[in-house]
């Protein structure tokens, strides 16, 4: 598996769980790596990411919310996700955004984030 994500599950509206992905060596760069998500009946939209300068771009319904954070060391990118709202209920999966713009790379595991009372 060359990305696999975690962290998900049943979340309170309000809360603040961090997910986590792990991704294959032959595919991480810190600066190429972005959070995407995937609700029920929905397109897959790009929500956190790294750019090539080593800033970070987020989308207007998670910026001030939503802080994505990366480890080189282990290969893994993170997700903080704060003050979740229910339409923030999705399937959150990483990649290598530079990768899937050539039109490479594969969708790894995603961990399901659901906001619910």
């Known amino acids: 598996v060359q990305l696999q994500a975690s962290g998900g599950g049943l979340v309170q509206p309000g809360g603040s769980p961090r997910l986590s992905c792990v991704v294959s060596?032959?595919?991480?760069?810190?600066?190429?790596m972005g959070w995407y998500r995937q609700a029920p009946g929905k397109q897959r939209e790009l929500v956190a990411a790294?750019?090539?300068?080593?800033?970070?771009n987020y989308a207007d319904s998670v910026k001030g919310r939503f802080t994505i954070s990366g480890d080189n060391a282990k290969n893994t990118v993170y997700l903080q996700m704060n003050t979740l709202k229910p339409e923030d209920t999705a399937v959150y999966y990483c990649?290598?955004?530079?990768?899937?713009?050539?039109?490479?790379?594969?969708w790894g595991q995603g961990t399901l984030v659901t906001v619910s009372s």
């Open positions: 060596g032959s595919i991480f760069d810190i600066n190429r």
């Open positions: 790294f750019t090539s300068t080593g800033s970070t």
């Open positions: 990649n290598n955004i530079l990768l899937l713009s050539r039109g490479k790379g594969d």
